[in-house]
T-cell receptor, first 114, second 113 residues
Framework: DQQVKQNSPSLSVQEGRISILNCDYTNSMFDYFLWYKKYPAEGPTFLISISSIKDKNEDGRFTVFLNKSAKHLSLHIVPSQPGDSAVYFCAASAHLTAGNKLTFGGGTRVLVKP | EPEVTQTPSHQVTQMGQEVILRCVPISNHLYFYWYRQILGQKVEFLVSFYNNEISEKSEIFDDQFSVERPDGSNFTLKIRSTKLEDSAMYFC???????????FGQGTRLTVV
């Protein structure tokens, strides 16, 4: 049961352009959403998050959009830089569940070409 | 900046042996987690720990697995009798409160031979 899905396994974008990563979820109990960046053989690094009471959160080059009715969120990176090349995971949690675990999507590998 | 630290970075063990993976979460965090990632696959939840007890565990976390927070700072994952399919990167994470970001350690690469 994949409660969090990232349907695009990979994305290639030119340096300076926008990267748009998408994520869908099925569990309506999820009320907190996060994006992580991961390099090989390293732990996930937190990028940005959004609470379900908001529909947009921005931090520098990163913006996350949440569409609760569609159960969809997206991460925009603009402008994309070669150092952004990594695997990006979206994750979701529900604060009413015991332990508030994060449920991860399968990841999207981003390649930013110079 | 506070960080989650994990030791060892790499552990090679023989099938059937016990391993203990160690983590020092961020102090004053309340929620603790173990995740794993088999090469090329998704990050999978193993167990969450809150208020000195397991709050949730996945079907992966069978009776071969256990967690402990023995001294208020360390958080350990024990696998009693390792199997080949336990080979993976194991990540520890901690979280201050319910709806905040979770911080992950750099991981322990476990190789079972």
């Amino acid at each position: 049961d994949q409660q969090v899905k990232q349907n695009s396994p990979s994305l290639s974008v030119q340096e300076g352009r926008i990267s748009i990563l998408n994520c869908d979820y099925t569990n309506s109990m999820f009320d907190y959403f996060l994006w992580y960046k991961k390099y090989p053989a390293e732990g996930p690094t937190f990028l940005i998050s959004i609470s379900s009471i908001k529909d947009k959160n921005e931090d520098g080059r990163f913006t996350v959009f949440l569409n609760k009715s569609a159960k969809h969120l997206s991460l925009h990176i603009v402008p994309s830089q070669p150092g952004d090349s990594a695997v990006y995971f979206c994750a979701a949690s529900a604060h009413l569940t015991a332990g508030n675990k994060l449920t991860f999507g399968g990841g999207t590998r981003v390649l930013v070409k110079p | 900046e506070p960080e989650v630290t994990q030791t060892p970075s790499h552990q090679v063990t023989q099938m059937g042996q016990e391993v203990i993976l160690r983590c020092v979460p961020i102090s004053n965090h309340l929620y603790f987690y173990w995740y794993r990632q088999i090469l090329g696959q998704k990050v999978e939840f193993l167990v969450s720990f809150y208020n000195n007890e397991i709050s949730e565990k996945s079907e992966i976390f069978d009776d071969q697995f256990s967690v402990e927070r023995p001294d208020g700072s360390n958080f350990t994952l024990k696998i009693r009798s390792t199997k080949l399919e336990d080979s993976a990167m194991y990540f520890c994470a901690s979280r201050g409160t319910a709806n905040t970001e979770a911080f992950f350690g750099q991981g322990t690469r476990l190789t079972v031979v």
